[in-house]
């Protein structure tokens, strides 16, 4: 005559107040456990039983029904009366199991203690009495337990589901704070690999006496000042206007270097520039470009960074490509500036996010990005 619904929020243990707050009494929470699906459970069956021994009773239904439903809600509310008590010498489960076993027979007692006014001997020596006590208890006993149970093992299967699921969530949660921690350090290891390749290049001009060593250097410090507040942002994406800047803050600094040897084009559809995108990913990718394959080159090249929105799809594609040495050398597949640019693009801009290098005809390299905009 236990129900059906005793299950899982239901059953959860539950918490502890603050420490400022009282804690309900017993019997308070007992009535915020039960819910509309317990009782009608209960009453549902208590009907049904009284149904089904009505044609062997001396008495009217609704005299029955009446010790049915009582024995029922009995059953109801000392099950979830004993699943909130704090269990020490037995398994909560157990002590539920115990306890319906118990009330069953002891509320039919009840009920037919209040028909004789509580004379034990006028029970006794009635033996209608007696045969109705047992089928009454009989059943309360057996439905109870086999719907205690049930509830029981339905109880432990939401708590494991409500527990995988709170894995999965602190599993993400970890998951989200590891990838931060990475793309910053990956931000961190960018950082000093382009700024001390800049810097390389101004002593360079420095030792040669060079006259475009001043203007250099008056552009690096410009740069640096448009740089650094952006490169302190670590993990966090700024759009890819941003990003923009820089790599033409970076070209021009090239462009002073070497005038005669390095072209320049830029070219990234409008509706891109607001996209957000990892810091230092592209300007990777355009060092690598001038590095690998324009300032070792006698005849130097230029570079090209483009991009284009598919407005169909929402794939973007951005593209750095120079008319340099090529993949011949090697550093452009590898190296630790492209291995953190593909990490970080990842991080941001989504699992199905690419980078790919590719030969660019007739000469030099091409390096490709391609990631869908609602995923960045």
Not at 304 to 320: F, I, M, N, P, S
């Amino acid at each position: 005559m236990a129900d059906g619904g005793i299950v899982g929020a239901e059953m959860a243990t539950p918490m502890d107040p603050p420490a400022n707050e009282q804690p309900p009494s017993v019997a308070r929470r007992v009535l915020r456990e039960l819910n509309h699906g317990s009782v009608g459970w209960a009453l549902g069956l208590a009907i049904a039983v009284a149904l089904l021994l009505n044609p062997m009773f001396m008495r009217p239904l609704p005299v029955l029904l009446g010790r049915t439903l009582f024995v029922a809600l009995m059953l109801v509310l000392v099950f979830h009366g004993v699943g909130l008590l704090r269990q020490t010498l037995l398994p909560r489960w157990l002590a539920q199991t115990i306890a319906v076993g118990l009330t069953a027979p002891l509320a039919t007692a009840i009920v037919y203690l209040v028909d004789t006014s509580g004379s034990v001997a006028s029970f006794l020596e009635n033996p209608y009495r007696i045969n109705g006590f047992l089928w009454i208890a009989g059943c309360a006993l057996a439905i109870g337990l086999i719907v205690a149970l049930g509830a029981l093992v339905r109880e432990r299967d939401a708590l494991t589901r409500s527990q995988a699921l709170q894995f999965e969530i602190e599993r993400g949660r970890l998951e989200r704070q590891a990838l931060d921690a990475r793309l910053a350090l990956l931000t961190a290891q960018i950082e000093p690999h382009f700024l001390f390749n800049t810097l390389a290049n101004v002593q360079a001009l420095v030792d040669t006496g060079s006259p475009r060593a001043a203007p250099v250097l008056k552009s690096l410090i410009a740069y640096l000042r448009a740089a650094m507040p952006r490169l302190q942002e670590g993990a966090a994406a700024p759009a890819l206007r941003d990003e923009l800047d820089l790599v033409r803050a970076y070209l021009d600094l090239m462009h002073l270097r070497m005038p005669d040897r390095l072209q320049v084009q830029i070219d990234v559809d409008a509706a891109l520039h607001g996209v957000r995108f990892p810091p230092m990913v592209l300007l990777t990718l355009v060092e690598n470009a001038v590095r690998h394959g324009i300032d070792p080159s006698e005849q130097g090249g230029a570079v090209e960074v483009g991009g284009r929105l598919d407005a169909a799809t929402q794939r973007a594609r951005l593209w750095v490509a120079d008319t340099g040495l090529g993949l011949r050398g090697g550093p452009l597949n590898a190296g630790t500036g492209l291995q953190n640019a593909r990490e970080r693009l990842r991080g941001t801009c989504g699992a199905d996010a690419q980078l790919e290098l590719t030969p660019n005809a007739p000469r030099g390299a091409r390096a490709e990005i391609a990631f869908s905009v609602h995923a960045a």
